[in-house]
């Protein structure tokens, strides 16, 4: 998250908005992990995800083919 806010602040969006799904997917699956204690594919990692902890997914799901990289879409979405 601080390199995301790094990047904001410095105006480099689409690298902002880069870190924070980085974020995500890692506090996913640091979730996946820590309820099933097994290592799975990123496939099958996704599918557990949606499962779980289906307001991460969402979020991973609805912003993850974002394209457009303004300070407007990196803050409010």
Do not use: K
């Amino acid at each position: 998250m601080a390199m995301g806010n790094y990047y904001l602040e410095d105006g480099r969006f689409e690298m902002a908005y880069s870190a924070y799904t980085d974020a995500l997917y890692t506090v996913g699956a640091l979730l996946v992990y820590r309820d099933a204690e097994i290592i799975l594919p990123a496939g099958e990692l996704q599918n557990v995800l949606a499962s779980r902890h289906p307001r991460v997914y969402d979020m991973l799901r609805r912003y993850g083919g974002m394209t457009d990289y303004s300070r407007e879409t990196v803050v409010t979405q």
